[in-house]
């Protein structure tokens, strides 16, 4: 039982370090960048983690291809086009500005306008109908008789 255990133990740790990249930059700069490119790139298949944090195969194939294209010299926007044309829109965790995510970086803030204005419209719709009561459309005569009908109405 306890050979098991260990031998348990030992495999559990042996995959936890097989997981571990190691890249060699040139430089303290190249090695940033990795970082915060990775940081930037999502995994196509994990539906919520970046290239830095995810442990599916795809995403240690994406980050070698990252360290590839970094050792080569390309951009930071040479490398986002590249995973955007191979994988999609997203791969990004921060989408571009374009015609087709215009919905999506405005549409939140058009419809907090579209929300204040209907607001406004039903707080004015009832202040109007507030000042015009039926009973201001009365006379001094017709105001009497209805207070005195009221108050009789009251008495019983």
């Known amino acids: 039982m306890k050979r098991w255990l260990i031998s348990l133990l030992m495999l559990v740790s042996v995959q936890a370090f097989a997981a571990i990249d190691t890249y060699d930059f040139k430089d303290e700069d190249t090695r940033k960048r990795f970082q915060q490119l990775t940081e930037e790139l999502r995994c196509p298949k994990c539906q919520n983690q970046n290239l830095s944090d995810s442990n599916s195969p795809i995403a240690k194939d994406l980050r070698h291809e990252v360290y590839r294209m970094l050792s080569e010299g390309e951009s930071d926007s040479e490398i986002a086009d590249f995973m955007v044309a191979r994988y999609g829109e997203f791969v990004l965790y921060k989408p571009r500005k374009d015609a087709s ?24 719709r009832k202040n109007t109908a507030v000042k015009e009561s039926p009973e201001s459309n009365l006379d001094d005569a017709q105001r009497k008789q209805l207070n005195s009908l009221l108050d009789q109405d009251t008495d019983k």
């Open 101 to 124: 995510t215009y919905v999506l970086w405005y549409g939140p803030f058009a419809l907090l306008l579209v929300g204040v204005i209907v607001v406004f419209a039903i707080t004015r």
